[in-house]
């Protein structure tokens, strides 16, 4: 076993269940890249400031790379008895360098460097997850554009209310999944602030440059306190509240997608490879991926819990406990990906069921306030029309059938107001047509928004 970096101040070799209890190198090695990253160029700036010399610092920083590719072609493994990802990397460069390697860590701190190398990893997932979200909504608008006449009924209280389209629909979920994306870049920039040089909590006493170290990483500006540049993990726990809210979204969409697929609504049918059948009912086609999304949103959910708990009762500065900030992390981010890749797919290869979407529309009376509408035309009070439409709505339940079928005598003898144009004036297509207002359901309206999104993203 390898002696502990701090192993000077102790007389015996620590536990072998404190070691596994200790160790994170089980989760956080897959951040070897931005480690290796962060150590080449504070060796960088070591040698420019002259607190190792450059020819040091030239053989650190070829050893870090040869590290690196190592690892990157697999003729490096982790060893899993090393505490960490740092003091893996830190060892395996002083077996390579031998005291060249044990210079590397000076005027720097583990708590700098996790707090480093975390930011850094976070960043690199941001720029992996907005684009995901982006080909998701360029997804939902290439499905939108092929049903921009498709009626289907909108819900309030999961009761049919007024005509929508099915690209309607789909859009209020692009327009939720592009705040998503406004969301994670706000999270960007405030996590954009490298601490590097913060060390244990209270800087360090050499000449070293924090910004030639922040330009090397690409970091917007250094962090400006060093107690705060160490404990600070609130970009953690807003990286995670972001993907909680995506979350919450997909969920919602998946809800809808496993009432749509079922056989009381028969509004879309799910390809067969991306559902699942049952052991024991051979009718069963289970949308089992919209189902895990919905579920595992809870799991992301419970990884913002276990950040904010982590930290609510935390004195300044570095504590142990924010070793746990990573797994949480690491499980949100996974889980956002996996439920995108997943949802994108099986978006693209669903069968919509048009016909079914609009006899669903024509049985609701969703056109009733149109009905209303055409009275308040006609000079009736809006009150007034509610009501007078609201008593046709019995009558049609009473005779078992719907608005348009109404014969005219029956309209007029709720309201003389009433004409042949009330037919006309209550046709579902009417009915989203007319309904050209910003934001709306008719086809002009939808393609604006489209458009409005596809030039966001």
Known sequence: MAEKMWAGRFSKQADDKTNDFNSSISFDCRMYRQDIKGSIAHAAMLGECGIIS???????????????????????????EAEDIHMFIEQELTLRLGAAGKRLHTARSRNDQVALDIRMYLKDEINIIIPMIKELIITLCGI?????????????????????????????????????????????????FMPLGSGALASTTYPIDRKLVCGLLGFNDITRNSLDGVSDRDFCIEFTSALSVLMMHLSRFAEEIILWCSWEFRYIELDDAFATGSSIMPQKKNPDIAELIRGKTGRVYGDL?????????????????MQEDKEAVFDAADTVKLCISSLIPMLKTMRINKDTMRRAAAKGFINATDCADYLVRKGLPFRDAYKITGMLVAKCIELDTVLEKLPLDVYREMSDAFEEGIYEAISLDVCVNMRIAPGGPAPEAVKSQIKYVRDAI
């Open 54 to 80: 450059r020819d040091e610092s030239k053989k650190i920083i070829t050893g870090l790379d040869s590290i690196l590719e190592d690892i990157d072609n697999g003729t490096l493994a982790f060893d899993p």
């Open 144 to 192: 939108s554009e092929q049903n921009l006449d498709t009626v289907m009924c909108g819900y309030t209280h999961l009761q049919r209310a007024q005509p929508v389209t099915f690209a309607h629909h789909l859009m209020a979920y692009a327009q939720m999944l592009l705040r998503d994306t406004g969301r994670l870049r706000d999270t960007y920039k405030r996590m954009d």
């Open 305 to 321: 819990n276990t950040l904010l708990t982590m930290m609510k009762g935390l004195p300044l500065a570095y504590n142990k406990d």
